[in-house]
Each structure stands twice: as C-alpha cells, then as structure tokens.
C-alpha cells in the first residue's frame, strides 16, 4: 500500500499525469480555435497543426507536474533553494522514480530507461524479422512493416542516447574525483526531458505509425498521410534538448571539478572519449533540430523548405520552390557525427578494461586520448559520404569521399594500441573482459566494411542495401552495445554492491556474441547480392531466402541473450552476499571508495599522486585522499 | 632466437596466411557479387576486389595478434602476478599511422579518378530517361519517338548489348532511387514537379515531366539537368531495377524489369515483334509472390536462350 502511495505520487507518474492532461486540453482547445477560424480539422487520425502543438507543450507539462523546474521557478521567485540529496524520508528506491539531482542516481535512472527502451526497440525488429525469414507478405503489410522498422531505428537511438548517457554521468564525475556535475539541477533536466519526448515519439505508434524511415527525407516525409511521422519527428526534436544540455554539463565538469593533481593526461581514459563525445553532442544537435523543424513546419503551416518547385497557388504567392536534398545535408551534418556520439564512450570503456584485465598498462594512453578527439573532428566533415547516390554534383562527392577515408586513421590508431595493450597481457576472462573482447572483435567487422562504403564507385553498388543495414549494426554494436554490456557487468558490483553470476555471464556472451557475427555478415553477404533494406519483402527472384532466415534466427538468438542477462542482473539484487569494494583489482578512483559509492562519492577530498594505468609496477599509485598526499 | 622475436615471426606467418584465407572467403564465398552485366561492373569489381584484399590484410593483422596474444600469453593458473610495464612506444604509433595515411592517400586518389571515369560520358551514348514514381517506373525512349509527339513510353527497361547508354532520371512525387545490381550503378531518382522563372517579373509555369512531349525545349529553358547514370550493357539477359530509397507502402513492391538485349533482338523490340515478359506487378490483389511473374520472366529467358545467371528466375 506504501508502495503503490510512493508510486503514484513519484515525479514519474505526476509527469506522465501531467503530460497526458496537457496534450488533451491543448489539443481540444486548438481543435476548438481552428474549427472556429473554419478550417478542416476532420483530416487523417488526427489534426495535425493541434497535433504538433498539443505535443509540444505536453513536454512543458510534464516537467512541471513532475518538479523538474521546481528549483528554477523558485530561483525566478527571488529563493535560493538549497540542492535537495537523499531519498527525502522515502525509500531509498523512490530516488529512482523521483527528480534526484546526484549523478549516479540519474546514471542509473538513464540505465534503466536505455535498457527498458533497447528491450521495446529489440522486440519492433523480432517482429519485423520474422516478417522477412521467408518471401512473400506473411502477417505485415506494406505501412505495418515501415512503421516497425522506422520505429525500431529512432527507438534503438534513444536507447543508445540514453546508455551513453548512463555510462558518462554515472562514471564522468567519479573518474575524475568530483562529488558530482557542475550543473546537477540541468542534469536533472537533460534525463527527464528525455522521458516526454520518448512518449510523444511512441505516440507515434499510436497515431497511425509512420513511413519514413528514422531519416524522414523530404518530399517522402513532408508528403506522408502517415501522421506518426508528426510526433516521432517532434520526440527526435525534443530529445536534442537532452543532448545538448548533458553534453555542455559533462565539457563544463571535466574543465572545472577534476581533483587535485588530475591533469587531462592523468584522467581516466574514459573520460576522453566521454568528452569528445560530449563536445560533439553539444555542438551538432542543432542541426538536426533545424531540418526536423522545417520538415513539421512544412507540413503543419505549409512553408515549403523541401518542395523541389511549388504548386501554381503559391507559385501565384511568390513561393520560389524549395531542395529537397538540402534537408540531408542539415540531417547528416548532424547524424553522422552522432553515430561517433554513441560509440566513443564505447571505445572509452574497452581502453578502460583492457589494462584492468590483462595487468598491462594501456599502450599509447596519449595517442588513444588524442584519437577520441581526431574521430570527433574528422567525423564532423564526412556527413555527406551518406550522399553518394543523391542528387549531390559529382564535384562535391569526391573531397567527401576523401575526409570519410581519413576516418581510418584515428580509428586505425585506437585497434593497434588494443592489440599492443593486449599483446604480452596477462589476460583475465571474467565477463566484462569477455565483453570488451566480443565489442572489439565486432566494432572490427564494422571498421573493416566501413572503406567499401567509403569509395563512390563501390558504394553505388552497396548504398541503401543490406550491406549498409550489416555495416552499421556491427559499428554501434561493437561500438557501443557490447562495450555498454561490458560496462554493465563491470560496474555492476560498484553500483550494487552485488555480484552477477558469472556462468550466466558467460552464458550470455557465447550466445551473443557469435549471434551477432551471423546476423551481420549475414545481412552484409545479402546486400551485396541485391538486398535492398527497409523492404517489407524481397521476393524469392534474389535467391537469398536461407540467408534472411539465418538472419532471423540469429536475431532471436542476441534477443533470449539478452534476456539471460537482465535476469542475471536482477536476480543479482536479491542476493545476500555484498560484493568487495574492488573485484576486479582496478586502479580508477571509483574503486578506492566502497560499494555502492557513497552520495558525495569520496569520504574526503582526493588527489592524484601517479600515472592512472600502471599496472606492473611495483609502488605506484594513482589516486590517495587529499588528507593523506601530504602537501 | 629471443622468445620475443619468435613471437613476431610466428604472427607474421600467421598474418600472411590468414590475409589469403580470409580473402578468399570474402572473394568466393562471403561477399558474392551478382552476376555482372555491364562495363561499369567488371570495371567496379577491380575495386571490390583491391578492398578485399585490404579486408582479409587489416582483418588479419588485427585478429591474428589478438588471438594470439589470448591463447599464448593469458593469465596462467596460480599467477596473481601483473603482466610487463609497458606503457607506450612512440615510433610504434607513428608507424601505425603513418602506413594507414598512406594507403588511404593512395585510396584517395585512385578512388577519386576512378569514379571520375565511371561517370564520363561515353562515346555515343543514347539517352533513355527514368521516371519513377509511387510505386513503379516509367521508360521514355528519345530515340526512338517523334518530336512533338508523345515519347514513346514502356514499363520496361530495355537497352542494347554494347550500346553506351545515358539514364537520366526523374521522380513524380518523393525520392527514389535506381538500383540494378547486375549493373551496379545506383542513383538517386529526385523530384521535379513544376518550374517556374522569373524573366522580367513574368512567372512561368511549365512541365518538366518526362512525358511532356516538349520537354526537350522546357529542360533547356528552365536549365533543368535530372539525375543521371552511365551504362553499357554488355551482358544479353533479365534482370531487375529496384527502387533503393524508401518510398512508401510499396516500396519493396516498386520494380522493374530490365532486358539487355542483342542487336537483332533489340531491333526486333524497337520495331514491335518482341513480346516482352509482365511488369512485376503487385496490385491486382495477387498472393504477392505471383506478382513478381517468375514463371513469365522464365519462359521469356528459355525463349531467348539466356542462360543460368543471367536470367534472375533461374534462382
Ligand atoms: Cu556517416
Ligand atoms: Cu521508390
């Protein structure tokens, strides 16, 4: 009974209440206004311009029903209202569902979001891939099967975005001797403005799906009467704001909160990649907000942005027509250097976890720091490798052919200093390192079909085929999800202070792991033999049926894997054995202090005194308390 | 010989073999190309090929170590002991990176003439013009229409064996994109609805469309230059356009054929004795593995003795 009160009463619920509220009344009302004004609102599933607003102030509403600008009301009021810690007389779990400020408590709220929303986004495509292990239509149909795979892609990005940000806000302060981020209230703000726009995105499924893929290029997008396009457009708009606040939140804490002694050279590696990645998020999100507004102004007022030459009546107007290839440039400025969003801080984390379990120090510490870094800058200049095939001059493909090419360096420099980290390594096969194996070994299927995209001649041939849909799904795999994986069992016994087991672990790795290698060489060997991707079917003319089947069971197989581990993981919680502050005999900050860490993480001040990664060498130190440095 | 030196020597027996084995597998096996039916694919596939060799090399060198590594020098049973402090070594980085830059540079530089001579025009080509639309294609032939006439029109692609040929390509209402694999040419199909200019504060309304029987003077006064694609179809058979950008409901559904044909066989088309095989066609309520009328496309290519891989129903 307890229970249910703190439920109902937590921020989650009086947000989603709220939310649900908002959009009604906001809805009615603009229906009322423009039925007054004598427009048509009778039109598809719902009204689209009442729609779009409705929407967009649900966000509003549920922040304010669930607290999240409590403390900046009351700041704009003339109080200083004092950062609010602990779980405020309640359960210590109702921290979870409630606005809490400390980094490790949103981490963690971020971790179960990622895995909840990956679990929604992994059972669209099991669908949809059964639909494709044979030819011909079975359950799905042509609008069905583009709303599930459209779903599953934009669904799979706010999962990522979310684990990433799990990973960055739990492990950023910590790895660096801070008691939490410089804005914790704005860090409160990045997660649970992430929570309304994953609703209005899943009202998209409610609302009539939509078609367009996760790109929603013009004229398609602009042109659809799928009206879901409406609200997933505006849950991918509104979840930027997430971005960019936690991005600038993360750069500002690295400069401003490291320990004394932390230089940049001295932090856990980490939190390089953390920051590169956060630099990025922080300065590209823009632009995809820009074409994802464009197209909803395009379809709810009419401007027409993406119209390759309007119709007679506002031709009459003085309209003069719009590009439709202008919106990818604005959409891929932003979502390539996204993709190394998702996977820097998964790279950070095998670099982290190779010295801890092969006793080695990282090879190359600088060189794999200033990797991260280059990744981030040339990354930001090859969005248009995507434009091959588009209506793109020849002229302006080629030096975006080049810059992608150089993509290979920095990313080159990061395998060889694994390899030269592991090479000698007295190496340790506990899960996580399993794990961090598996992503290596995968994120290189993924480097490895990443070149023959990046030459024109062959990409003509393997742009928008199955090869693509293989290509990427081993980057962000290897990239982030097996390192996010590795991650999560690493750091579980911290968080928790409860241990996994480690057969189910292991488990869970031999049925992913080979899984995933099946599924997207699979889907890689299909494209190039004339698969096209985001089709409903492929007709039994490609002679390619066993291989979609193959792909399917190999899908189903990474599905029940990760089913093991969630129930690995919770099961873990019940049990009576405490885990030790240091399981793994790691060096970093965060197990010098117990599990799990403390509110302010450190009992006192630290200090760095020695090299972050020197494993096997006798009397170094990395970190000691301030108190006991000395000076 | 020092332990560490036979090390090396080991792996780059290890690293020489599995390059071969590995691009093998790619080669033969892994990536299997379509069968090829024009100069632009045999003349790609030397791509394809110098990036598997480069595959099976970058594969090896990263996995061989790694493997080894793993099995010779993993933690042993009662050793609690950390591994060698070795925390860097600055010639090694800057070898490993300065190699890579090379061979990119030279990718770079190859890959940019290459693709520049793929889509040069070729001596002689004809112009065949693309239309693709919600959810099918549309083939105007110039050449073989009367001006100031209706362009003659067919719902399938068909081209000459050794003919150079020039698609230029349009689409009537959101973004497709053209894909015959046995070509291996794919290109954006972008919309172009209506025109205007404005000379003199006049504002013009014209027809770009393909079907518009002066498009000829339209295009050239309003400076409209559609998508285009360079073939030369050098492999008499049936194969199959696929719209490759999502598109809609049907999408999957939005195919053509496409006949490359002999000389003889070709004049015989132009001059309307050829019957050519059904338009997949999927919006006649058909179970919708009928609509891709393998059966039809079979009997055209026994007829026309095209053989095995030439013909996609052969599958
Ligand atoms: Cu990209
Ligand atoms: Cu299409």
Partial sequence: ?631 | MGSRTRHFAIITVLIAVSTVVVYFLINLYLFERPFGASAEASQIETMFQAHFILMGFLFAIIVVPLGYAIVVFRQKEGDDTDAPHIHGNTTLEIVWTIIPVLIVVGFAIWGSFFYWDLVSANEGEVEIRVQGYKWDWTFYYPEHSVPGEPPRQDQTLVVETGQPVVLTMQANDVIHAFWVPQFRVKQDVVPYNIAIRSDNGDRQVIDLSFANPNYEEAAEAFNYSPQEVRIIPDQPGVYRLRCAEICGTQHWAMLANVIVLDTDDYQAWVNGELTLPADPNFANGTPDTEGYYLDELKAFCDEQEFSGVNCESEY
């Fill in chain 1, 1 to 631: 009974m307890r229970t249910l009160y703190y439920i109902v009463t937590s921020a989650l619920v009086r947000g989603l209440i709220g939310q649900g509220i908002t959009a009604f009344v906001v809805y009615q009302g603009m229906v009322s206004l423009r039925n007054a004004l004598g427009y048509d609102t009778t039109q598809g599933v719902y009204d689209e311009p009442s729609g779009v607003m409705a929407a967009l102030i649900s966000v509003i509403g549920f922040l304010l029903a669930a607290g999240v600008f409590t403390d900046w009301l009351k700041w704009i009021g003339g109080e200083d209202p004092p950062l609010k810690h602990g779980a405020q007389g309640r359960p210590e779990w109702t921290r979870y569902i409630n606005v809490d400020v400390n980094h490790k408590v949103i981490g963690i709220q971020y971790g179960i979001a990622s895995m909840v929303i990956l679990l929604l986004g992994g059972l669209l495509a099991i669908i949809f891939r059964l639909e494709l292990a044979m030819p011909g239509l079975q359950f799905l149909d042509g609008d069905a099967y583009n709303t599930l795979f459209s779903a599953h892609g934009i669904i799979m990005i706010v999962s990522i975005f979310s684990g990433i940000a799990a990973m960055i806000n739990y492990l950023g302060p910590v790895m660096i001797g801070a008691s939490d981020m410089s804005f914790p209230r704005l860090n409160a703000f990045s997660y649970w403005v992430s929570i309304p726009a994953a609703t209005v995105l899943l009202s998209a499924l409610v609302v009539g799906g939509w078609d367009t893929g996760w790109v929603a290029y013009p004229t398609h997008s602009t042109t659809t009467t799928m009206l879901g396009v409406q609200m997933f457009l505006l849950g991918f708009y509104i979840n930027g704001f997430s971005s960019i606040a936690s991005g600038l939140n993360m750069v500002v804490t690295t400069v401003y909160m490291r320990a004394k002694g932390m230089s940049y050279f001295r932090m856990p590696i980490f939190v390089w990649a953390a920051v590169s990645a956060s630099i990025l998020q922080a300065t590209i999100t823009q632009t995809v907000g820009l074409a994802l507004t464009m197209v909803v102004a395009q379809r709810a007022l009419g401007l027409e942005f993406f119209t390759p030459v309007t119709d007679p009546a506002l031709i009459e107007l003085g309209f003069p027509g719009g590009d439709p290839t202008l919106y990818q440039h604005l959409f891929w400025f932003y979502s390539h250097p996204a993709v190394y969003v998702w996977i820097l801080p998964g790279l950070g984390v095998i670099s982290e976890l190779l010295p801890v379990f092969t006793r080695k120090p990282l090879f190359g510490y600088k060189w794999i720091a200033l990797s991260s870094v280059g990744i981030a800058l040339v990354g930001s200049i090859v969005w248009a490798h995507h434009m091959f095939t588009s209506g793109m001059p020849v002229t302006w493909k080629i030096p975006f052919m080049i810059s992608t090419l150089f993509v290979a360096i920095p990313t080159g420099v990061k395998f060889f200093s694994w390899v030269a980290t592991i090479w000698e390594g007295k190496m340790r096969f506990d899960t996580p390192m399993l794990f961090v194996l598996g992503a290596i070994s995968v994120f290189l299927l993924g480097g490895l079909s990443g070149p023959i995209l990046g030459t024109i001649a062959t990409d003509m041939h393997l742009h928008d085929s199955y090869f693509v849909v293989g290509h990427f799904h081993a980057t962000i795999f290897g990239g982030f999800v097996f390192p996010f994986f590795a991650a999560i069992y690493y750091w579980w016994p911290k968080a928790t202070g409860k241990m996994y087991s480690e057969a189910l672990g292991k488990l869970h790795f031999w049925i992913m792991v080979p899984g995933f290698w099946v599924m997207s060489l699979t889907q890689m060997r299909t494209g190039v033999l004339g698969m096209r991707r985001r089709i409903a079917d492929y007709g039994p003319d490609l002679g390619i049926a066993d291989e979609q089947a193959l792909i399917t069971v190999a899908t189903l197989a990474i599905g029940w894997s990760i089913l093991i581990m969630l129930y690995n993981l919770i099961v873990s919680l019940r049990s009576q054995e405490e885990a030790v502050p240091n399981p793994w005999g790691s060096r970093s900050p965060e197990f010098m202090s117990p599990s799990p860490l403390p509110e302010f993480n450190f009992d006192g001040p630290i200090q760095v005194i020695g090299e972050p990664y020197d494993y096997g060498l006798d009397d170094s130190t990395y970190v000691v308390p301030a108190s006991a440095a000395g000076d």
